[in-house]
Structures are given as structure tokens and as C-alpha cells.
Nanobody
Framework: QVQLVESGGGLVQPGESLTLSCAAS????????MGWYRQAPGNQRELVAR???????NYADSVKGRFAIFKDNAKNTVYLQMNSLKPEDTAVYYC?????????WGQGTQVTVSS
């Protein structure tokens, strides 16, 4: 069973920063990639950033240069550092883990960017 527990969402003003974290427990299963997706009202869920176990990462064009994903392998936790937040970053952010038994999702955490 793989469980993902997210934290760190909230309400911030444009230009501010926020860090999301996702702790994974993966007893008996292997995780080979973790990432963050987001879904705004009326929109499809979209990839924000993801990182492999060897540290290779990629980002959506809309967040390049503003967001950074990194992973603490010892804690099996992935972080999303979000800087220079914009109102269009407002969404529910979901942690994702790709495992040997398929994808797993966290419950989602709300990020709202508003003045």
C-alpha cells in the first residue's frame, strides 16, 4: 500500500512563496517517480513538476524559473518550493507517485493566490 500525505497549502498574496510537502509511505511497493499536479476549477489536472529517484526533474513551462521540486530520499518526502506566486497558480495541488503497481495520489491541498 502506498500512502501520500500532503501539507503546506494556504492563502498567499501575489509574489509570495509557499512550500508544499508530500510524505510517502510505501510498504512493499517501489516508488520510482514523484511529482505534483494541479487542478483549477473548470480545468483538467495538469503536471506541475516531477522528479525521479536519481534527481532528474522537469517542469511545466508556466512554472519554470519560479518553482523548484526536490526530494529527501531518506524521508521519502518530496517538496515543491513555489516562488513569485501568481493568481493563475491558484488550484488544488495533488501529490503523485508512480509505483510498480500504478499511480497513486494524495488527497490534494488548496493553494490560493489572491490580494
Amino acid at each position: 500500500q502506498v500512502q501520500l500525505v500532503e501539507s503546506g497549502g494556504g492563502l498567499v498574496q501575489p509574489g509570495e512563496s509557499l512550500t508544499l510537502s508530500c510524505a510517502a509511505s510505501s510498504r512493499f511497493f517501489s516508488i520510482y517517480l514523484m511529482g505534483w499536479y494541479r487542478q483549477a476549477p473548470g480545468n483538467q489536472r495538469e503536471l506541475v513538476a516531477r522528479i525521479t529517484n536519481d534527481g532528474t526533474s522537469n517542469y511545466a513551462d508556466s512554472v519554470k524559473g519560479r518553482f523548484a521540486i526536490f526530494k529527501d530520499n531518506a524521508k521519502n518526502t518530496v517538496y515543491l518550493q513555489m516562488n513569485s506566486l501568481k493568481p493563475e497558480d491558484t488550484a488544488v495541488y495533488y501529490c503523485n507517485a508512480e509505483t510498480n503497481v500504478g499511480p497513486r495520489w494524495g488527497q490534494g491541498t488548496q493553494v490560493t493566490v489572491s490580494s
